[in-house]
T-cell receptor, first 114, second 116 residues
């Protein structure tokens, strides 16, 4: 299995621009998670999906952030408009429905907003 | 509410010495416990997990962890540390008593520095 795939690996953009991060979970996994990692705040759960349905988006910082999962093999995290404080590494993870299962993380997208 | 504490921001150890990274947790039901490692510019990699059974869990790269229910701890250990073990380590818990699906709560991370 290829594991969780994220694109792009690095993104540099200017304040005010729209940013779209992409994730392909492991095939057969029912859960998909979006995390953000910064030095100041550590690892934060932004939102997670079960069977393509958003379950908990309480970690989404504000309305500038939105996430979708149009099908079982693809999810996006969008920031519009982006701000310098959004600079972070964004991780996607997936797991099966089995509560004993591990969450498997992608390599992350390093976002820099100038 | 479930929570995880990693009381040490950083652990320094000499190569060849034992390594311990501490983790305590708080849940309302039975926990599933996980350790992950993150190398620079990489995603989190799964090391090991406790689900049930033997309190001593063995994982990847020679790591092991001991589940202690009375102390609500799940410390990560390695008998002989390597310089290549230098990384950021995360403890995480899944609370079976809460209807939170497969959500994990992560600790703040502990940076391990192994010196030659």
């Amino acid at each position: 299995d290829a594991g969780v795939i994220q694109s792009p690996r690095h993104e540099v953009t200017e304040m005010g621009q729209e940013v779209t991060l992409r994730c392909k979970p492991i095939s057969g996994h029912d859960y998909l998670f979006w995390y953000r990692q910064t030095m100041m705040r550590g690892l934060e759960l932004l939102i997670y999906f079960n069977n393509n349905v958003p379950i908990d988006d309480s970690g989404m910082p504000e309305d500038r952030f939105s996430a979708k999962m149009p099908n079982a093999s693809f999810s996006t995290l969008k920031i519009q408009p982006s701000e310098p404080r959004d600079s972070a590494v964004y991780f996607c993870a997936s797991s099966s429905a089995d509560l004993t299962d591990t969450q498997y993380f992608g390599p992350g997208t390093r976002l820099t907003v100038l | 509410a479930q929570s995880v504490a990693q009381p040490e921001d950083q652990v320094n150890v000499a190569e060849g010495n034992p390594l311990t990274v501490k983790c305590t947790y708080s849940v309302s039901g039975n926990p599933y416990l996980f350790w992950y490692v993150q190398y620079p510019n990489r995603g989190l990699q799964f090391l090991l997990k406790y689900i049930t059974g033997d309190n001593l869990v063995k994982g990847s790269y020679g790591f092991e962890a001991e589940f202690n229910k009375s102390q609500t701890s799940f410390h990560l250990k390695k008998p002989s540390a390597l310089v290549s073990d230098s990384a950021l380590y995360f403890c995480a818990v899944r609370d079976l008593a809460r209807a939170a699906g497969n959500k994990l709560t992560f600790g703040g991370g502990t940076r391990v520095l192994v010196k030659p």
